[in-house]
């Protein structure tokens, strides 16, 4: 894995993105701050949504079909639920044009490259799958942020097939919204963020709904405070989306599972078993691990505002 520091500069005459909620509006308002591009399309499933996306200035036209959508495009950003990819890679290859990139935003990338290779034929060496590492519970265009990108980390799993100044297109783009760019293999990438993205949404998920089901769920809501609005704030994030990262990411996520059900499982025995050692141990660990990575983002997030890598 590596990171670069070093912005690209470049002004995009057209792009199209494909879903303008949280992750493709807020790519594109990033984009309209930075002076980055001149037109923004937008293709989507719901009228209403694109609608409101141009209201807001997302978004300056509604594409009328894929054909006329992705003609004359520089960059196409695939920012829908990755459920969704083959079929919109599938309904962009015939139309895609020499030099236009294809790019994604899923939360899964070993699925992603799998639809590509299937469906993109000899234009797959235009798509360069890409994951930001970004977002917010709240979905839909009125959610997106001009700045939701700043100081986060976008992943390139660059394909065999990919050209350099095709990968560097997108890193440029993915810099000029302020993330900073790092390269993992697709099954780095989704070996990575089984453990630390998608296993505790579905935790997240599984508590607020054990809860819920519960005859006096009201009484228990009642009470909850800081920490199980800490704990369980990904639980707002939307369920579709979710729902096709926790299934593309099926193998990865059932490892990551077993893992914790076998620490559940010593915790239990532990408190069974009245071990106050023990169980302080485990806490003890943890408490120290996630110091160390708050040190660790605050020191990054010091020397990126400072000027550094």
């Keep these: 894995m590596g990171s670069e520091g070093k912005v690209t500069q470049q002004v995009f005459k057209r792009i199209v993105i494909f879903g ?43 594409a009328t079909s894929i054909e006329a959508a992705v003609q004359g495009a520089d960059l196409i950003l695939i920012a829908a639920p990755v459920a969704q990819t083959a079929a919109i890679l599938s309904s962009i290859q015939p139309h895609l044009q020499a030099g236009t990139v294809v790019t994604d935003a899923g939360s899964t990338k070993a699925d992603v490259v799998a639809a590509a290779r299937e469906v993109m034929g000899d234009k797959l ?29 976008t992943v390139i799993t660059r394909l065999p097939e990919n050209v350099e100044a095709d990968v560097m297109k997108v890193a440029g783009a993915w810099q000029q919204c302020g993330a900073i760019i790092h390269h993992l293999s ?24 054990d809860i819920a ?58 408190l069974l078993n009245r071990d106050a050692p023990a169980i302080e141990s485990i806490y003890a660990n943890a408490q120290r691990a996630r110091h160390n990575w708050i040190a660790a983002i605050e020191s990054a997030e010091k020397q990126n505002k400072d000027g550094g890598d």
């Excluded at 235009?126 to 939701?148: C, K, M, S, T, Y």
């Excluded at 006096?216 to 920490?227: K, N, T, V």
């Design 213 to 270: 089901r519960k005859p006096h769920a009201d009484r228990l809501f009642q009470y909850a405070a800081s920490g199980f609005r800490d704990f369980t704030r990904i639980a707002g994030s939307s369920p579709e989306m979710w729902r096709d990262i926790t299934l593309a990411n099926r193998d990865a996520m059932l490892q990551e599972l077993d893992s914790y059900t076998e620490q559940l499982a010593r915790l239990r025995w532990h």
């Design 186 to 209: 697709p099954s780095e990438h989704d070996a990575v963020f089984a453990s630390v993205s998608h296993l505790p949404h579905l935790l997240a998920y599984a508590l607020v709904d």
């Design 20 to 62: 303008v909620g949280l992750i493709g509006g807020s790519f594109a308002l990033a984009l309209k701050k930075a002076g980055a591009v001149q037109q923004v399309i937008g293709v989507g499933r719901s009228l209403a949504s694109l609608q409101r996306a141009q209201q807001l200035g997302i978004i300056d036209e509604i």
């Design 125 to 153: 060496a235009q798509f360069v799958p890409a994951h930001p590492i970004a977002g917010r519970e709240l979905n839909g265009p009125d959610a997106a942020l001009a700045d939701l990108y700043t100081g986060k980390k």
